[in-house]
């Protein structure tokens, strides 16, 4: 079983939808987490941390899980530039280490 | 964005031979890492460093080797090139402390022949 796990899509949805990214994790003492964006070659950039109540940016909300190791991305009134793959990421021990789970391709069409 | 330099951009050589990516940083932070991405594998770690001269070995760390001299340099070297070390590489930094996130540099597109 890979450590992170995501539906690797690709999601196509037009403008303005909502659409909802999932995120399975097998550490149960993971302790931080993130979503990263990645645009077609180019490298991954941090979209937003997730804390354990829940936290939003703009049109962006994330949550955690802890029970079920669960993560989520909400993106609401989606853009075309949101078109883009998005990664799952946990902490993965000392050091900052990060595991990256294969992500998840949304394509955001007119 | 992150100070983050990633030389070269591009590379094509052949097997066997010697290959050195270069990872820069102006963020003076502790902590450096080398990734490659190959499709349906996302992104896996090679080596990381936590201090100058102090490194360690990632998940995929067979066939590289990697340096730090001073802070704002990590080298990663394929000793022997391989085609199967055709990939894109990627560098990234963090500062220390709970919760930090990694930032990364543009990446290397290395081809094998």
């Known amino acids: 079983r890979k450590e992170v796990e995501q539906d690797p899509g690709p999601f196509n949805v037009p403008e303005g939808a909502t659409v909802a990214f999932n995120c399975t994790y097998s550490?149960?003492?993971?302790?931080?987490f993130f979503w990263y964006r990645q645009d077609c070659r180019k490298e991954p950039k941090l979209l937003m941390s997730v804390y354990s109540s829940g936290n939003e940016d703009g049109r962006f909300t994330a949550q955690l899980n802890r029970a079920s190791q669960y993560i989520s991305l909400l993106i609401r009134d989606s853009k075309l530039s949101d078109s883009a793959t998005y990664l799952c990421?946990?902490?993965?021990?000392?050091?900052?280490?990060?595991?990256f789970g294969a992500g998840t391709r949304l394509a955001v069409h007119p | 964005d992150a100070g983050i330099t990633q030389s070269p951009r591009h590379k094509v050589t052949e097997t066997g031979t010697p290959v050195t990516l270069r990872c820069h940083q102006t963020e003076n932070h502790r902590y450096m890492y080398w990734y490659r991405q190959d499709p349906g594998h996302g992104l896996r770690l090679i080596h990381y460093?936590?201090?100058?001269?102090?490194?360690d070995k990632g998940e995929v760390s067979d066939g590289y080797s990697v340096s730090r001299s001073k802070t704002e340099d990590f080298l990663l070297t394929l000793e022997s090139a391989t085609s199967s070390q055709t990939s894109v590489y990627f560098c990234a930094i963090s500062g220390t402390g709970d919760n930090q996130p990694q930032h990364f540099g543009d990446g290397t597109r290395l081809s094998i022949l």
């Open positions: 460093s936590y201090g100058v001269k102090d490194t």
């Open positions: 990421v946990v902490k993965g021990g000392g050091y900052n280490k990060l595991i």
């Open positions: 550490n149960s003492a993971s302790q931080s």
